[in-house]
């Protein structure tokens, strides 16, 4: 219950930290309490770099604190710039004649020095009298990290104050709407499909600031899709080409200005174009393994299914569903004919990918030849295989009912089935599948002609009889 509480807590910090507003100023400047008098002045900080040995009259303390935030300048007609507002409590001393307060970028190694001094009429007068010192035109970029430093002037050793600081970054929703670092930038692009080429041209950024531009796959982050390019914000030409290998739903333009924590802004202009995504099917001959690994993340239901020529419909296989929870959707032990296809559906509609259609693997046969009340079944196939022989009473196009009739047979080997003459009818059919595989395809024959009971072809040979109906042998592949 405690770590609940703590992670609450935790999201109730963070949001406030991205949300809150930075206070504004109209003009940044220089002030201090108590009724002195002071002014500033830039410092290249050299001649203050050195310190001596303080009296013994005066305390390591007369330095008691420094507080640092930041504030923003908006101007109507010019875009809003951030600053440090540095906060220092100094007790006025006869030995001290000001305050010198320096800002380092710890991402630049640029320094920035000022001087501030008190008129020294009053500061006798307020000797020991504590006075707050406020200096806010240390002007900073967005998540700049800043090293400060206050000293006293001249230059007290172990008279310090230092503090390091993070500025705001375009996370925070003030800075992000009103800082010109921050503001969505716009682009567009053009398409090449020949070159495999994307142009993009940017708009609407800084042109004082660089501007970076790349294609990314965007999965939970945007990973790369090659290198990055840079567009000089001091070019007048604001275009950049990238190139890309194949144009999928994740592939998306991701563009930013070239500072720490810049907001990225990203455009994926082929998101409803999913077909490519169902063409990575794979098949390991060695396992029997049919594998599909999305190139993108996309929510779909996979099954296999039959293939029927009959409707262009491909019927589904029992026990084959699966989802694209995870980046591959594997199948093992898989029948090779090119009636197994694979089903992709989607909320937008349903794919179907038959990776055995071309020939490219070794497929079966089934056969059947009918002999008075016989039909016999036969097996074809390039490679070692199994299978089973059912007869069945088709009610619907997908669905044949077992009559009980069930045998086995193995490739090469033939099978007779004795057909009772009540048995005969258009909706009898004879259904094989392999055994040896865990997922196959069942065909089906059916409208068998039993008419050889008490019927003799040509001369009346049996022979020639059977060979005579061999030539209308019906069968699948």
Request: positive net charge; proline residues 4%.
């Amino acid at each position: 219950m405690i770590s609940i509480y703590v992670q609450i807590l935790l999201i109730i910090l963070f949001w406030n930290a991205d949300s809150h507003i930075i206070p504004r100023i109209e003009e940044c400047g220089l002030s201090c309490s108590q009724g002195i008098h002071c002014k500033s002045k830039p410092s290249g900080g050299i001649f203050n770099s050195f310190c001596r040995d303080a009296p013994a009259s005066l305390s390591s303390m007369v330095l008691r604190s420094m507080k640092i935030s930041t504030v923003m300048k908006c101007v109507q007609g010019s875009p809003c710039s951030l600053y440090l507002n540095i906060k220092g409590t100094l007790s006025l001393d006869e030995n001290i004649r000001g305050l010198e307060i320096c800002s380092l970028s710890l991402d630049t190694q640029q320094s920035q020095c000022t001087n501030v001094r008190f008129t020294r009429k009053k500061s006798k007068m307020l000797n020991g009298k504590k006075v707050q010192v406020q200096f806010n035109c240390v002007e900073v970029n967005v998540a700049q990290h800043i090293y400060v430093t206050m000293k006293t002037v001249p230059n007290y050793c172990e008279v310090k104050l230092s503090q390091e600081y993070y500025v705001e970054d375009c996370r925070n929703s003030d800075v992000g709407k009103y800082i010109p670092a921050c503001l969505a930038e716009k682009f567009d692009y053009n398409v090449d499909r020949a070159r495999k080429l994307i142009t993009v041209n940017v708009s609407n950024f800084p042109r004082e600031q660089d501007y970076y531009v790349r294609l990314c796959y965007k999965w939970f982050t945007c990973e790369d899709a090659g290198a990055f390019a840079v567009i000089k914000g001091k070019e007048s030409f604001k275009s950049v080409s990238l190139k890309y290998s194949q144009l999928l739903p994740c592939l998306c333009i991701e563009g930013w200005l070239a500072i720490p924590d810049a907001r990225r802004i990203q455009l994926c202009p082929f998101a409803n174009d999913t077909k490519t995504l169902w063409d990575n099917i794979v098949y390991n001959p060695s396992t029997q393994t049919l594998a599909w690994e999305p190139a993108c993340p996309v929510l779909v239901m996979v099954n296999l299914c039959r293939f029927t020529k009959l409707n262009h419909d491909c019927e589904d296989i029992e026990n084959s569903f699966k989802n694209s929870t995870e980046k591959q959707v594997k199948y093992s032990r898989v029948d090779t004919h090119p009636r197994l296809c694979m089903k992709f559906t989607t909320k937008k509609g349903t794919w179907i990918k038959c990776p055995f259609a071309h020939g490219e693997f070794p497929a079966w046969k089934m056969r059947t030849a009918a002999v008075a009340e016989q039909i016999q079944v036969f097996f074809t196939s390039q490679t070692k295989a199994q299978f089973s022989v059912l007869v069945c009473n088709r009610t619907q196009m997908a669905s044949c009912e077992s009559l009980g009739m069930h045998h086995s047979v193995s490739v090469g080997d033939s099978v007779s089935i004795t057909m009772p003459q009540e048995m005969y009818g258009s909706t009898i059919c004879i259904q094989g599948w392999r055994t040896d595989v865990d997922y196959s395809v069942p065909l089906q024959i059916c409208d068998t002609y039993c008419g050889f009971h008490n019927q003799s072809y040509g001369d009346g040979n049996p022979a020639k009889a059977m060979t005579h109906r061999m030539k209308s042998v019906q069968s699948l592949h």
